[in-house]
């Protein structure tokens, strides 16, 4: 095992663990109240950007059932199969969200519920300051368990 690049193992863990991760963490309970406050917070037929989406399960299937548009990004190939099998009505994309480009305030709101903690820390503050650049203005992230201060745009 290559212990040199933590997000490879990250990526493979994903791989490995999908289906039982998903039991395990994939009910609304334990994410409801980010998903809420995101809900709370964007416009009708929002688009949101999920990082670190897993399968899909349960942000991107609350998102499009409230009508929004969803792009979900992650790491792990067999998480991002497994999310377009799930959720044919949203985009998933598989990349290392630090080097996914994407255009310029093209989102509505960002949604990233324990993804930052498998990014290396010297990688996080270049990650945030490209999400924001992502959001629209008066747009918005929802971190889950982490707080990133400044990212709602003017």
């Known amino acids: 095992m290559d212990v040199e690049d933590p ?14 991760y998903e039991r395990a963490f994939g009910s ?3 994410y409801g ?6 809900l709370d917070r964007i416009p009708d037929a929002a688009t949101v950007l999920d990082v670190g989406c897993g399968t899909g ?3 991107a299937r609350s998102l499009v059932t409230a009508g929004h ?13 497994r999310a377009r099998e799930l959720m044919p009505d949203a985009e998933f994309i598989r990349a ?3 080097a996914l480009e994407l255009p310029q ?9 324990y993804a930052l ?3 290396p820390l010297e990688e996080q503050p270049a990650l945030l300051e490209r999400i924001a650049s992502w959001l629209r203005p008066g747009g918005g992230m929802v971190p889950g368990h982490h707080r990133a201060p400044g990212l709602d745009r003017d």
């Open 105 to 113: 305030e093209s989102f509505d709101a960002v949604i990233c519920l």
């Open 28 to 30: 609304e309970t334990k």
């Open 69 to 81: 548009r969803v792009t979900g990004v992650d790491i792990s190939e067999v998480q991002i199969r």
């Open 117 to 119: 903690i498998h990014i």
């Open 57 to 59: 399960v349960p942000v």
């Open 33 to 38: 109240s980010w998903i809420g406050q995101l």
């Open 7 to 20: 997000k490879d193992l990250v990526r493979r863990g994903y791989d490995l663990l999908s289906k039982r």
């Open 96 to 98: 290392d969200a630090t």
